[in-house]
């Protein structure tokens, strides 16, 4: 009797510790980007919330290394697509296609989402930008790889300060068998739904000389393609959309107390407020919440909405006008996002054959 009414108690304070730890890692690491202040410095405050927003366990040295690796090789390696998209340019695009297809395969068999969000968002970045300016590329990856390892840093610190706590006694006996993985075809075909919500924008970039400017688009267009690798693909179109529109939301508020208080302590404390919103939507139990995924994205796309604002805001005008275009455009990327999937699944519909996908 005891152990059965202590259950949801110890499911709620697993959830707890998680969203405690989501907030306190990505503040701090926000914080310390901000006070280093290198090109692209809040890339280090993403990527600490996107490893705290899955209930991973603490990362050791060597997954730590993966993660970084797995975000500075393809950025690095994009490096050597540069001539081919510079000169032949549509045997370039034709490389970059199966390159993303491949960080999407990885993911839609049943790999990790993170890595395959840092894989993706390498050679989405890089691509794009390096076909404008190899040098700026130089830059972008350099402060990709600090950015990455500052990220993982912050999060074994979090880790650090609150650690997991143990799981419930009988957990292990009433949880759920580990997902299936997914069929060869159904890998196929979520990775291909990616590579057609992702690419057409690439290639849009790939041919605009100031893409440069629209790095922060990109990660969003990355997260899209991660988020167009689930099981159920009518939610995903939806919660694409949802997840743009909640973090919005939560971005222009941020945004309008930045502009009463400007103030690097008030900024992480509302970064730090953010994820504790966010967060209670994303974790529940001992697990996810059964929309986890799509609040996850939508913190990504608050934090990258307002934190180039709110670095920006010298010029306040320009900053106001930056940062609702911005958004705007997120919008328009968003519902292009929900169409592409419906037109997928239209003319591809999902067979028969049952495939689970790794949770976000």
């Known amino acids: 009797m005891a152990a059965t009414a202590q259950m949801p108690t110890t499911g709620a304070a697993i959830a707890s510790r998680r969203i405690l730890r989501l907030a306190l890692g990505t503040a701090l690491s926000m914080g310390f980007s901000q006070l280093v202040n290198w090109p692209l410095s809040f890339i280090a405050a993403v990527f600490t919330m996107f490893m705290l927003a899955v209930p991973l366990p603490a990362p050791t040295l060597k997954s730590g290394l993966k993660f970084v690796l797995a975000l500075v090789i393809p950025a690095y390696a994009g490096m050597l697509l540069l001539p081919f998209l510079m000169h032949a340019r549509w045997s370039g695009i034709l490389l970059v ?114 893409s440069i400017s629209y790095i922060v688009v990109m990660i969003k267009v990355a997260s899209m393609g991660q988020q167009a690798t689930a099981q159920v693909t009518r939610a995903m179109g939806r919660q694409q959309l949802e997840s743009t529109l909640w973090g919005g939301i939560g971005a222009i508020i941020a945004f309008q107390v930045m502009n009463i208080w400007p103030s690097l302590l008030l900024f992480c404390l509302l970064i730090g407020l953010a994820c504790l919103v966010y967060g209670k939507r994303i974790f529940q139990g001992a697990g996810m919440h059964l929309k986890g995924s799509m ?37 328009i990327i968003a519902v292009y996002g929900t169409l592409s999937v419906a037109i997928f699944d239209t003319f591809w519909p999902a067979g028969k054959s049952k495939q689970t996908a790794p949770e976000t």
């Open 97 to 210: 296609t199966m390159a993303l297809f491949g960080s999407f395969y990885y993911s839609a068999r049943g790999g990790s989402p993170v890595m395959g969000m840092f894989m993706t968002l390498g050679l989405t970045m890089v691509v794009t930008v390096g076909s404008v300016s190899a040098d700026v590329m130089l830059i972008i990856v350099n402060s990709l790889a600090v950015g990455a390892a500052s990220g993982v840093a912050f999060v074994v610190i979090a880790h650090t300060l609150l650690p997991d706590l143990p799981p419930p006694t009988s957990a292990t006996a009433s949880a759920r068998p580990p997902p299936a993985k997914p069929s060869l075809e159904s890998a196929r075909q979520n990775a291909f739904r990616s590579l057609a919500v992702v690419l057409p924008i690439v290639i849009i970039f790939l041919f605009i000389d100031s």
């Open 295 to 331: 609040w996850s994205y939508a913190l990504l796309t608050m934090i990258i909405l307002v934190t180039p604002a709110v670095t920006n805001m010298q010029g306040e005008g320009n900053a106001t006008a930056a940062f609702y275009a911005r958004f705007l455009l997120f919008i």
